[in-house]
T-cell receptor, first 116, second 112 residues
Framework: KQEVTQIPAALSVPEGENLVLNCSFT??????LQWFRQDPGKGLTSLLL?????REQTSGRLNASLDKSSGRSTLYIAASQPGDSATYLC???????????????FGQGTILTVHP | EAQVTQNPRYLITVTGKKLTVTCSQN?????MSWYRQDPGLGLRQIYY???????DKGDVPEGYKVSRKEKRNFPLILESPSPNQTSLYFC???????????FGQGTRLTVV
């Protein structure tokens, strides 16, 4: 059964810092890994999808890396801003051999606070 | 604009009163699913659908029903809501089973 873990659970940084959020998964047979952002009481916004064949994916100040063999992904946020404050979630889909094919297994999230 | 739309956004209801949360997507996606999010438990899948008239249970299906009569719509039905179904609900859709997933804005349900 796939398990996804995110560390740290919470992170507080001053504006302007570069930061790294970590995501690990137990079953390396994944098709892709997706990073989401969730604002309090709001929906999930897709940030980046990184395919299993890719090592990196970039969007603006965000960069996600994937190391399938070690079961890890990192989300790098450059020059953080107060508007980046949110919960960041990573998720991987179930593979074809299991039940609930396509179900996303989520980590518990990292709560990020960027203070001015 | 490509989006997943849920309604209502907020709902307070009483135990046993049937309710439906609607979900609609305008991206012609085949795969749709429902999740609930609870503190300490994270996001858990309730039901999913791989296409019209094809649905299956997720991890926590008890107390819920779904239907997929049209490709764009995937309503979640609570026939007899109970307080333990108080939660934040999300509908999601994707083109395929392993492509980018898009989520609705969420429905906060309180059952008293």
């Amino acid at each position: 059964k796939q398990e996804v873990t995110q560390i740290p659970a919470a992170l507080s940084v001053p504006e302007g810092e570069n930061l790294v959020l970590n995501c690990s998964f137990t079953d390396s047979a994944i098709y892709n890994l997706q990073w989401f952002r969730q604002d309090p009481g709001k929906g999930l916004t897709s940030l980046l999808l990184i395919q299993s064949s890719q090592r990196e994916q970039t969007s603006g100040r965000l960069n996600a890396s994937l190391d399938k063999s070690s079961g890890r992904s990192t989300l790098y946020i450059a020059a953080s801003q107060p508007g980046d404050s949110a919960t960041y979630l990573c998720a991987v889909p179930n593979d074809a051999g299991g039940t609930s094919y396509g179900k996303l297994t989520f980590g518990q999230g990292t709560i990020l606070t960027v203070h001015p | 604009e490509a989006q997943v739309t849920q309604n209502p956004r907020y709902l307070i209801t009483v135990t046993g009163k049937k309710l439906t949360v609607t979900c609609s997507q305008n991206m012609n996606h085949e795969y749709m699913s429902w999740y609930r999010q609870d503190p300490g438990l994270g996001l858990r899948q309730i039901y999913y659908s791989m296409n019209v008239e094809v649905t299956d249970k997720g991890d926590v299906p008890e107390g819920y029903k779904v239907s997929r009569k049209e490709k764009r719509n995937f309503p979640l039905i609570l026939e007899s809501p109970s307080p333990n179904q108080t939660s934040l609900y999300f509908c999601a859709s994707s083109l395929g089973l392993t492509t980018e997933a898009f989520f609705g804005q969420g429905t906060r349900l309180t059952v008293v």
